[in-house]
């Protein structure tokens, strides 16, 4: 099992900044990819951004050039720095770890209980 705490949501005003850890522990597999997701209301899950153990990274369109996904693999913890945040941008966010046992593997999904980011316009 993994459990996966996230903290730093908040309310900001557009244009402001944000950034959001995500904790990770328990059986955590070398080869993994962690994720930010959002999910705003009355709207689908959607990612946000991946990075994998090797530091591969993934952005939706919408989040490039203003936000960076970075992790600690010695402190388990990854991060969303999230920058010029729009009104668009409220969702709870949520984090994703999975595990896969090898490259090309099955993948085991964890996810965090989420944190609210608004941004008022």
């Known amino acids: 099992q993994v459990q996966l705490v996230e903290s730093g949501g908040g309310l900001v005003q557009a244009g402001g900044s944000l950034r959001l850890s995500c904790a990770a522990s328990?059986?955590?597999?070398?080869?993994?990819?962690m994720g930010w997701y959002r999910q705003a209301p009355g709207k689908q899950r959607e990612l946000v951004a991946t990075i994998t153990s090797g530091g591969d990274t993934n952005y939706r369109d919408s989040v490039k050039d203003r936000f960076t996904i970075s992790r600690d693999n010695v402190k388990n913890t990854m991060y969303l720095q999230m920058n010029r945040l729009k009104f668009e941008d409220t969702a709870v966010y949520y984090c994703n770890l999975a595990n896969r046992p090898w490259s090309g593997g099955p993948r085991y999904d964890y996810w965090g209980q989420g944190t609210q980011v608004t941004v008022s316009s």
């Open positions: 328990g059986s955590i597999f070398s080869i993994n990819v």
